[in-house]
């Protein structure tokens, strides 16, 4: 595809919180092989899929890149990485292309590329409210030299690896009880299945709004009506939930259990991601008994949900006994 179509969206890199990267080099190139570098942090650690580092330039209006050229430094495991990679073209200026509805505002702002343990990459295209994945990619081992990474540091690539780590407590405390994750991790994240999500209340209530997270880095709160659809999605790591019962205004947020869900999924599927389900979201009449579960004509198995916290009309009104989340965690 040749186009000489342009739209207004930043750059931005991503790594997982657990999981730290610093970029050696990236930009995503076009057609004409002009490119658009993707900015520095020291370190990326964030939630998987969300932006770190975006810069306004003096021209932001850039057509959908075609290719992606990106080396990073993986602190955990103390290895360069590196991804020269095609992209899908087509689906990312048809994404860039969409406006909302109601505004009319373009639906997409930035592209981000998310680097993952073992040299796996995620790009995602994020707008207000909706992050959606298009690409999940797998690079080389690379050999960097420290003083093209770090010139001036006197330290060597291990040194530098457990200085880095040290910098950052959550992924380093997360290293020394786990150490490196399964090769597999990030795969299972970005594996999406045939399924769409239908909360039901006891009493007459009617739902607000609902915002879904899932494992892949994929957001949407945009309440689009989205969720009622059968399309593959990744499984849901956060559902947050908002309902109202006369003038009474409820919001629950719901967390799943990470190894739970997977084998939730993997019993229900049973290695045919394209069979129809539906996730139903079970609201009884005190507010606060909510039962989750993954079914279709023949089968329902229940998803277990770890966490879970309720407001009622801004002030809390239910959490979960091992809700463990800190002050003002349901937000994230």
């Given at each position: 595809?040749?186009?000489?179509?342009?739209?207004?969206?930043?750059?931005?890199?991503?790594?997982?919180?657990?999981?730290?990267?610093?970029?050696?080099?990236?930009?995503?190139?076009?057609?004409?092989?002009?490119?658009?570098?993707?900015?520095?942090?020291?370190?990326?650690?964030?939630?998987?899929?969300?932006?770190?580092?975006?810069?306004?330039?003096?021209?932001?209006?850039?057509?959908?890149?075609?290719?992606?050229?990106?080396?990073?430094?993986?602190?955990?495991?103390?290895?360069?990485?590196?991804?020269?990679?095609?992209?899908?073209?087509?689906?990312?200026?048809?994404?860039?292309a969409e406006t909302d509805p109601k505004t009319k505002k373009p639906k997409y702002d930035t592209i981000i590329a998310g680097m993952a343990p073992y040299g796996q990459l995620a790009l995602w295209l994020v707008g207000n409210g909706i992050t959606t994945e298009v690409a999940w990619l797998q690079g080389s081992e690379v050999n960097v030299a420290m003083n093209e990474?770090?010139?001036?540091?006197?330290?060597?690539?291990?040194?530098?690896?457990?200085?880095?780590?040290?910098?950052?407590?959550?992924?380093?405390?997360?290293?020394?009880?786990?150490?490196?994750?399964?090769?597999?991790?990030?795969?299972?994240?970005?594996?999406?299945?045939?399924?769409?999500?239908?909360?039901?209340?006891?009493?007459?209530?009617?739902?607000?709004?609902?915002?879904?997270?899932?494992?892949?880095?994929?957001?949407?709160?945009?309440?689009?009506?989205?969720?009622?659809?059968?399309?593959?999605?990744?499984?849901?790591?956060?559902?947050?939930?908002?309902?109202?019962?006369?003038?009474?205004?409820?919001?629950?947020?719901?967390?799943?259990?990470?190894?739970?869900?997977?084998?939730?999924?993997?019993?229900?599927?049973?290695?045919?991601?394209?069979?129809?389900?539906?996730?139903?979201?079970?609201?009884?009449?005190?507010?606060?008994?909510?039962?989750?579960?993954?079914?279709?004509?023949?089968?329902?198995?229940?998803?277990?949900?770890?966490?879970?916290?309720?407001?009622?009309?801004?002030?809390?009104?239910?959490?979960?006994?091992?809700?463990?989340?800190?002050?003002?965690?349901?937000?994230?």
């Amino acid at each position: 595809m040749s186009t000489n179509n342009k739209f207004e969206w930043l750059a931005d890199g991503n790594a997982p919180l657990l999981f730290p990267t610093e970029l050696v080099t990236g930009s995503f190139i076009f057609e004409d092989l002009s490119k658009v570098r993707i900015p520095e942090t020291k370190p990326f650690a964030a939630a998987w899929g969300t932006s770190v580092s975006a810069h306004l330039l003096p021209d932001n209006r850039h057509p959908a890149p075609k290719f992606i050229l990106i080396s990073w430094f993986s602190i955990v495991e103390n290895k360069f990485y590196a991804v020269a990679d095609e992209l899908p073209q087509e689906q990312i200026e048809a994404l860039l292309a969409e406006t909302d509805p109601k505004t009319k505002k373009p639906k997409y702002d930035t592209i981000i590329a998310g680097m993952a343990p073992y040299g796996q990459l995620a790009l995602w295209l994020v707008g207000n409210g909706i992050t959606t994945e298009v690409a999940w990619l797998q690079g080389s081992e690379v050999n960097v030299a420290m003083n093209e990474f770090a010139p001036g540091s006197k330290l060597n690539q291990k040194e530098y690896a457990a200085k880095a780590l040290a910098g950052c407590p959550e992924a380093n405390t997360n290293f020394q009880k786990n150490n490196l994750p399964n090769p597999e991790r990030f795969n299972r994240y970005m594996q999406k299945f045939n399924y769409r999500i239908i909360p039901t209340f006891e009493n007459g209530t009617e739902l607000t709004a609902i915002e879904l997270a899932y494992y892949n880095g994929e957001r949407n709160s945009t309440n689009s009506g989205e969720h009622t659809e059968n399309v593959m999605r990744a499984k849901p790591s956060k559902i947050s939930l908002h309902w109202h019962i006369g003038n009474i205004q409820y919001s629950g947020y719901f967390w799943s259990d990470e190894n739970k869900i997977i084998e939730t999924f993997d019993q229900f599927y049973k290695n045919n991601p394209q069979t129809e389900g539906e996730l139903c979201i079970e609201v009884n009449q005190s507010n606060k008994d909510f039962k989750f579960t993954l079914r279709d004509k023949f089968v329902e198995m229940e998803i277990p949900v770890t966490e879970m916290i309720v407001f009622k009309n801004k002030f809390e009104f239910f959490r979960s006994e091992n809700y463990s989340k800190p002050k003002g965690g349901w937000r994230n």
